[in-house]
């Protein structure tokens, strides 16, 4: 039987490319090749989409675009003939089918909707969300309204763009309605990039400068004491989960180098409270995903008070994927391997 042709996106324009290029990595490793055949896309930090054909360790320590048979690649934007331009030396393009992408891109022009309009544009399925909700999903402070919205408890926030920032404004809002310490964020930005703990109104304007630096709008949350879990959900209409798993950072709140440098976390599957709570969180876990109009894959992030408390934090629409990814992992705890599940992603962008 013949094999149906996967191109695999990976790296681009995002501080979070180094953990795309380690996610896609653990993808293409996995994926059942007696099933598929793969054709690997990469973005440099530059943004040049090139076709790559060497080994996955290029792909790892980030030296895959140096390799001397690399092509320049595009998307074509032809419905009618789904799929991927490769220009020769010669100047001339050959097209090659694709049957379906999976974008293992993280962060912006990847995860934000960017790629996914381009992909709906060029009628090639594709793995993940749709333009909307990978776009919605990305920003935290319209993440938060819409969930809010939908009568979920979220963490209590308030956002600001540098156009309407004051800093004492800000400082009175937050005494007057939740207190410090807070967390300041870049609204759309993944990976716990650009996040700052902020104790008191001397800090609070060092740290919402520092998050203007990757963003144009930066989201101020209260500290929620607790533990945080996440809720892993693959479906379109139909959805499953995996089993409630917690994360246990090393330091004092879950940072960039906690997730990808020092490798000192902990992840606990299932989450370590009753299972009355973890089948709460489930379902809560569901009723975001549904409520932002996710397709394929989410993950869904929530704090759990000493209380028992659920509270909304985050969404991320291509989480972590490598073989150890907190994604993976409750996927599995919950009986599909990680090769299963890349073949049930792929099954559901084909179905949609």
């Not at 089918?97 to 960017?114: A, S, Y």
């Not at 001397?202 to 879990?229: M, N, W």
């Not at 879950?254 to 969180?281: C, F, M, N, T, W």
């Not at 996710?294 to 408390?309: K, M, N, Q």
């Amino acid at each position: 039987m013949k094999r149906v042709k996967i191109a695999v996106l990976f790296g681009g324009m995002s501080t979070e490319h180094q953990v795309s290029l380690q996610s896609a990595a653990a993808v293409i490793e996995h994926i059942p090749h007696d099933i598929y055949e793969v054709m690997c896309i990469g973005i440099t930090e530059e943004g040049k989409w090139l076709h790559y054909i060497g080994g996955i360790d290029r792909i790892r320590d980030g030296s895959w675009h140096q390799h001397t048979t690399c092509r320049p690649a595009s998307i074509l934007v032809d419905p009618t003939r789904p799929g991927i331009l490769l220009l020769d030396d010669n100047g001339q393009y050959e097209h090659v089918h694709v049957d379906c992408v999976f974008p293992v891109l993280h962060g912006k022009n990847g995860e934000d909707g960017t790629v996914q309009g381009l992909l709906q544009l060029s009628g090639i399925p594709y793995v993940g969300c749709d333009t909307t909700s990978s776009a919605v999903s990305m920003d935290k402070a319209f993440t938060q309204d819409l969930v809010k919205s939908a009568g979920i408890v979220t963490t209590e926030y308030l956002y600001v763009t540098q156009a309407t920032y004051d800093a004492k404004r800000i400082d009175k809002h937050i005494h007057e309605n939740f207190g410090y310490p807070v967390f300041v964020k870049p609204s759309s930005s993944g990976s716990s990039v650009g996040i700052t703990k902020v104790r008191d109104a001397e800090a609070l304007d060092r740290a919402v400068q520092y998050a203007f630096t990757f963003d144009r709008k930066v989201i101020i949350e209260k500290e929620v004491r607790g533990i945080e879990v996440g809720c892993a959900v693959y479906g379109n209409e139909e959805l499953s989960t995996g089993v409630i798993g917690e994360i246990e950072p090393s330091r004092d709140f879950l940072d960039y180098d906690d997730k990808y440098l020092l490798g000192e976390i902990k992840q606990h599957v299932p989450a370590r409270v009753q299972s009355e709570v973890l089948e709460a969180v489930k379902q809560r876990g569901m009723e975001v995903y549904r409520v932002l109009g996710c397709r394929g894959l989410a993950r869904v992030d929530f704090f759990i008070t000493p209380a028992g408390e659920i509270i909304f934090n985050e969404i991320n629409t291509m989480p972590g994927f490598t073989a150890s990814s907190r994604y993976p992992a409750m996927i599995a705890a919950a009986g599909l391997s990680y090769s299963e599940l890349i073949d049930r992603l792929i099954e559901l962008a084909r179905e949609s």
